[in-house]
């Protein structure tokens, strides 16, 4: 009963890019904005680098985006701007691993943002060094950043496409010189990127929901494989096939629709907000056995679903658990007693519509069983007769290798225990899955067999696992 974070039992957001081209706007003030809608992909650190043409200048800080520009975005001028959120997947959360990374090479100004993890980055980063490469990060993005710079390529454009397909893994990738926006997505499709149109120029963005705030209207996802280039606030942008080699099928993470994406982004033409709803229908579907007073939801990540429960059930939605939305990572726990307490700092139940009432709890997922536990605590000590755990996702059981902080197995409850041994653990009345077949069903506006599933069944789309055995995230901390 150390300190309790709710987020430690998530899967944790991976990043959150954005990239503007206009000479009709204020490209820094949209890219802040921009960050803002994509936070929830990351909270560690963020930044902002914009160009003139001639001039590239940046900011960067440790923490949310309202922090870290709370001074405004004053000195960032120009008709280009890239910006990054950050979780870590790989590298420490430290200030010379914020992105964007910005280099000066024999093209000019570079900067460069990424959303994803790279599985051969070690490997990589190895050559590199042994070649005289000298790295001042520890983010497999810079891996990136040293191919481009490298590369004997005339263009721009080839020496991203070079690079392009010389790392492997996930990634969506903005880069930035004097005068284009480059975007780049994996040939797999892992993370997301969405194109928008604005009245005087080009946005792109992990996710469709950053869109609406700079008022830009969306326009399509970049294929994966695809090379897009912005050099022209209103001529369609240069796409290209970048991918020498495209799989015979898409691996979409899976986990954007169930988690990490905003319930009002579209990404791949799926519908978040629908797929969490079919999500909760489909675990109604799969237990109908339970006799059920009130549906309740974890707030936040698990409403759409638990919707979607009562829409399919007949058993009515209400607000069991009120979420305080102004208690941080992090607080102060000097005894014993306020540790048992601390849950109640960040979920506190509603003992009117809780006492005496068969729940039915529907989450997300359960990554590491460290917090579940006290939230059924929670609700039976507010008296409820019976409390029943639904998740709208399968048992995770394996490490993510694409930009998901769940690298090491040992650290995930279902990989080494049954569900009546997880059910028992979180002292639930009784614990159900989503199964992946219903977790397919969800998906009514994509291919279900286009997606990765590797967290639930280590079906590893690039055979990720044989080259990233390691599993940590802090890979190029202690080289020597």
């Known amino acids: 009963m150390s300190g309790i974070d709710f987020q430690d039992d998530k899967m944790h957001e991976e990043c959150g890019v954005f990239g503007i081209y206009s000479h009709n706007d204020d490209v820094a003030l949209n890219t802040y904005w921009g960050l803002y809608a994509l ?4 909270q560690e650190s963020c930044g902002i680098v914009a160009t003139d043409g ?4 940046g900011k960067k800080g440790m923490g949310l985006v309202a922090d870290v520009f709370k001074g405004g975005v004053d ?3 120009g008709h280009i701007a890239i910006g990054h959120v950050r979780y870590s997947t790989t590298g420490s959360s430290m200030e010379y691993n914020i992105q964007p990374l910005r280099v000066y090479f024999d093209g000019g100004n570079l900067a460069l943002a990424h959303n994803g993890n790279l599985t051969n980055a070690a490997e990589l980063r190895k050559r590199l060094a042994l070649e005289g490469t000298v790295f001042q990060t520890t983010v497999d993005t810079e891996v990136v950043v040293s191919l481009i710079a490298r590369s004997r390529k005339k263009t721009i454009e080839e020496r991203v496409a070079e690079a392009a397909n010389t790392i492997k893994g996930a990634f969506g990738i903005l880069v930035m010189t004097d005068n284009k926006l480059i975007a780049v997505r994996d ?3 892992f993370r997301p990127l969405a194109i928008g149109k604005m009245d005087g120029g080009w946005v792109v963005a992990s996710e469709s929901c950053a869109f609406d705030l700079v008022g830009a209207e969306f326009v399509r996802d970049v294929e994966p494989g695809e090379m897009l280039v912005f050099e022209n606030d209103h001529d369609e942008p240069k796409s290209s096939r970048w991918a020498e080699n495209m799989p015979a099928k898409r691996a979409h993470c899976v986990f954007e629709y169930v988690y990490f994406a905003r319930t009002d982004s579209v990404i791949d033409k799926q519908s978040v907000y629908q797929a969490r709803i079919n999500m909760g229908r489909e675990l109604a579907k799969e237990t109908k056995d339970i006799k059920a007073d009130i549906v309740i939801s ?13 829409l399919e059930s007949g058993v009515p939605f209400m607000e069991g658990l009120t979420k305080n939305r102004y208690v941080g990572r992090t607080f102060i726990q000097p005894t014993q007693k306020q540790r048992l307490n601390a849950v109640r700092l960040k979920l506190n139940p509603v003992e009117s ?4 009432k068969s729940v039915v709890v529907v989450d997300d997922s359960i990554v590491r069983g460290t917090t579940s536990g006290k939230i059924v605590k ?10 029943h755990m639904c998740i709208s996702s399968p048992p995770v059981t394996d490490p993510c290798y694409y930009g998901i902080d769940t690298s090491v197995r040992k650290e995930l409850i279902a990989s ?12 639930a009345d009784s614990l159900h899955y989503i199964s992946l077949e219903g977790l397919k069903r969800s998906l009514d506006c994509m291919d279900p067999e286009g997606m990765c599933y590797a967290c639930f069944n280590a079906q590893y789309p690039d055979n990720a696992e044989e080259t990233l055995r390691q599993g940590s995230k802090y890979i190029f901390e202690n080289e020597g």
């Open 353 to 356: 519509v809780i006492k005496g």
């Open 416 to 427: 080494t225990h049954t569900e009546e041994e997880i059910r028992q653990y979180i002292g």
């Open 378 to 387: 929670l609700l039976k000590d507010a008296g409820a007769r019976e409390v």
């Open 54 to 57: 001639t001039h590239m200048e």
């Open 187 to 189: 040939q797999y499709g």
């Open 75 to 77: 000195g960032l001028e």
């Open 298 to 310: 974890v707030p936040d990540s698990g409403t759409a679903a638990a919707v979607g429960y009562s």
């Open 39 to 42: 936070q929830h992909r990351g």
